[in-house]
């Protein structure tokens, strides 16, 4: 009989006790909070019956959102919060939540209810088919400003060209992910998160789900401008060292050039037609900034390779393990 291992980074770690961990981080959310767990307990009552959990991550809220969720876990059973120091930011919020899941599935969700929870039992049911991993595609935004979409728009498609790994386009961080998913998640200490392209990169069978995102319930957006911008730049150093290479792309071009300009130089030297003295720099300046990208490219190389190396991620990803009828275990 042929046997099947799960995955390495599911050896050891704790027992999943419940069939659902849903995770919400949440910053100055109280207007949407108790919609939010009467939307979201009715749900996963029905998919899972008693068997979920709602982790509530408090970012450092300065409004009543910290005490609304410590009032919560104390008082119900399927609810536990986890109240941060300070702001550390959404991906790091939902990093920390991640850390305290006991579910076989784990729902991400925003507290606003953009996205709607649901549809857990089409993600659910997605991964009974075989999927260790929903995301939530959107197909429309409403209530975003047309800023918001033309930027989040231009910003997918960019970071689709700069990065190898394959990273959804208009998905953000609304997905159901199976418990290996999130123990392999857990064991990427990098400092700079971007939740959405760690999961990508790890792997696996990931399936869209496609929905119309909806307006945000109440209050306004956590997200102004200057913290998106945050995430793209961390979206886009985390994933790629193309911006290190440039210099190595800038100095063959301008190798082309100076070669082609060195070769117009010493035609007019032959020709006579010249001050003196100007060939003689022109040649000098042409090549020593070539050969100066050239080697600012080489740095860029070992500098990307470094940096690479410094993010600690696992070298490689096991989804499982296949032995052959003889083989002992
Ligand atoms: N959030 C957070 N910390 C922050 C900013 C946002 O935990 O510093 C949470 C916020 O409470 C929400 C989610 O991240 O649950 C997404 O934020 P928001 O809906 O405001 O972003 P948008 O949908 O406007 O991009
Ligand atoms: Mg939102």
Redesign the pocket.
């Known amino acids: 009989m042929i046997k099947v291992q799960k995955a390495d980074a599911e050896k050891g770690m704790e027992q999943a006790i419940v069939s659902l961990s849903i995770v ?6 109280e207007a949407v909070l108790p919609e939010l767990i009467r939307r979201v307990s009715a749900v996963a009552e029905t998919c899972v019956g008693s068997s979920w959990e709602l982790i509530l ?1 408090d ?2 809220s300065t409004d009543r959102t910290r005490d609304m969720i410590t009032e919560l876990a104390e008082t119900k059973l399927n609810i536990r919060a986890i109240i941060l120091s300070r ?4 991906q790091k ?2 990093s920390a939540g991640l850390t305290y899941v006991r579910g076989t599935n784990i729902l991400v ?4 209810l ?1 996205d709607p929870p649901e549809l857990l039992p089409d993600m659910l049911e997605l991964m009974q088919d075989g999927a260790d991993v929903v995301y939530g595609q959107r197909r429309q935004r409403a209530g ?1 400003t047309v800023a ?1 979409r033309t930027t989040a728009a231009a910003f997918y498609r960019l970071l689709d060209q700069l990065t190898d790994v394959d990273i959804p386009l208009d998905t ?2 609304f997905r159901l992910m199976s418990r290996t998913v999130v123990d392999y998640l857990n064991t990427m200490p990098e400092e700079d998160r971007f939740i959405r392209g760690m999961v990508s990169w790890l792997g696996f069978r990931q399936i869209p789900l496609p929905y119309d995102r909806a307006e ?1 319930f109440a ?5 102004p401008f200057k ?2 911008l945050r995430l793209a730049v961390d979206a886009i150093t985390g994933f790629s060292i193309v911006p290190l290479r440039l210099a190595t792309w800038l100095a063959l071009l301008t190798t082309v050039l100076g070669l082609t300009l060195i070769v117009w130089v010493l035609f007019q030297w032959f020709t006579g037609d010249v001050v003196s003295g100007w060939s003689s720099v022109m040649v000098v300046v042409l090549l020593v900034s070539s050969v100066q990208l050239l080697t600012i490219g080489i740095l860029g190389e070992y500098i990307g390779r470094l940096y690479l190396q410094s993010k600690r991620r696992p070298h490689f990803v096991v989804e499982r393990v296949v032995s052959g009828p003889d083989e002992h275990s």
Request: aromatic letters at 6%.
């Open positions: 919400v981080p949440c910053f100055n959310e991550v970012d450092g702001n550390h930011g959404h919020a939902l969700l925003d507290a606003d953009q975003e918001k953000g961080d945000r209050g306004e957006t956590k997200y913290k998106m």
